[in-house]
């Protein structure tokens, strides 16, 4: 197979895979073409692919005649008709907000593979690219954090005065909310930590965090690793418990999501006018609407004194490690669906072939976007 590493745009800092990732590749009996600078940003030079024999091509040759295109965004629409029929896409593609471009790539006779769909189970786990990423994001939110708060996190004492440690919010104990909570306590901050999901209590406590007990939550045990919406009722005793931590905060971390859903909104405007001013707040759920009110996606503002980052892609600025792991992450998939002679074998009875396949044939072939696009 022709495998093709596109050059990401719209300043995206990663690349789909690294030299090493493709060295792997080319062992097993693939081509592997590298649109030129595709790893620049991520410190990984043309020459670095070149000492791996990978081949240095256009984008143009690349789209027309790669089976597998590797591009960790979909593609601008306007090269679509540069593809051949079942070419192969794999990336983060966000099938849930896309409709309308999953119904173009099925028109296309494309098969893609968005493995931000992959179900989230025990054989996934070194092929989820939601976990390495959010892994890291949770990283740098807290560092972002630390940088941007007028004041130090841990404690201190010195002959000219005393510092008390840094109160930290973090908002949803996924992936990344575990990070930035065993990050924050690293650099000295005490550690609040709310979730609806109340199994996360354990290791929110284990990483030394305190727990924000809400009874009533809804039972999200069948949702694949995911929350649930929850009811007014719940919502109401949550924002009761929460005014109180807003209100004892320095810094809040923003993590809180439900697949394919508008994130939910934790924190009013009145609660982020009990905090003091100074405070910083990273909300890593801005892209799909934030978990804090007023934050934008993108930018960073001031209101009420508090400094408000939205910035749902925090991973990209650390391209090296985000690429190394998001590498990994597509090189046992690729492993899934290749052959160790570089012949493809695409098994539809596999659950992690059929789960994170959007399109195949000419048809959406994932059963719930499928659904999802009829009802609308
Ligand atoms: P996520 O990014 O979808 O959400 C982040 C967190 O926000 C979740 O813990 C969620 O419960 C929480 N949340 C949602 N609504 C909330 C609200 N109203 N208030 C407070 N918190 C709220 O989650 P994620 O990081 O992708 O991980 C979710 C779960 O899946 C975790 O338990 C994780 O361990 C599990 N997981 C399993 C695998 C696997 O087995 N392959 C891989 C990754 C994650």
């Given at each position: 197979m022709i495998i093709g590493i596109l050059r990401e745009q719209n300043r995206e800092k990663r690349v789909s895979i690294l030299p090493e990732q493709a060295a792997a590749l080319i062992k097993n009996g693939n081509s592997i073409w590298l649109e030129s600078g595709a790893g620049e940003a991520a410190f990984a030079a043309d020459t670095l692919y070149q000492a791996n024999q990978v081949s240095i091509e256009t984008r143009e040759k690349i789209l027309q005649q790669a089976d597998v295109l590797l591009a960790y965004w979909a593609l601008p629409e306007s090269e679509l008709n540069l593809l051949k029929e079942g070419t192969i896409l794999v990336g983060i593609y966000q099938p849930?907000?896309?409709f309308n471009l999953m119904k173009k790539w099925?028109?296309?006779?494309?098969t893609t593979?968005?493995?931000d769909m992959i179900p989230r189970t025990t054989r996934a786990q070194s092929m989820d690219v939601l976990s390495s990423q959010a892994n890291i994001?949770?990283?740098k939110a807290v560092l972002l954090a630390a940088n941007l708060f007028p004041r130090y996190f841990p404690m201190f004492m010195t002959a000219a005065g005393s510092i008390a440690p840094a109160k930290v919010l973090i908002l949803g104990a996924g992936v990344a909310g575990l990070q930035a909570i065993a990050t924050a306590?690293?650099?000295g901050a005490v550690v609040e930590v709310s979730d609806t999901r109340p199994a996360?209590?354990?290791e929110v406590m284990s990483l030394g965090g305190k727990f924000i007990e809400v009874a009533g939550a809804a039972d999200a045990?069948?949702?694949g690793g995911y929350a649930v919406e929850q009811s007014e009722e719940f919502k109401q005793k949550q924002q009761a418990r929460l005014a109180e931590a807003v209100a004892k905060a320095d810094i809040i971390i923003a993590t809180a999501q439900l697949q394919g859903k508008k994130a939910p909104l934790l924190i009013t405007e009145a609660m982020l006018q009990q905090m003091k001013p100074g405070s910083v707040v990273i909300d890593l759920a801005a892209s799909t609407g934030g978990n804090v009110f007023g934050v934008k996606n993108n930018e960073t503002i001031l209101l009420h004194g508090v400094t408000l980052v939205g910035n749902s892609q925090l991973a990209a600025e650390m391209p090296w490690d985000a690429s190394k792991l998001y590498?990994?992450?597509i090189l046992n998939f690729l492993q899934l669906i290749i052959d160790n002679k570089g012949n493809l074998n695409l098994n539809f009875e596999d659950d992690l072939v059929k789960g994170c396949c959007i399109t195949h044939n000419g048809a959406i072939t994932h059963e719930r976007i499928a659904e999802l696009i009829d009802l609308k």
């Open positions: 849930l907000f896309q099925a028109d296309k006779k494309l593979f968005s493995l994001a949770g990283y306590k690293r650099l996360v209590k354990e045990s069948k949702a590498g990994k992450n």
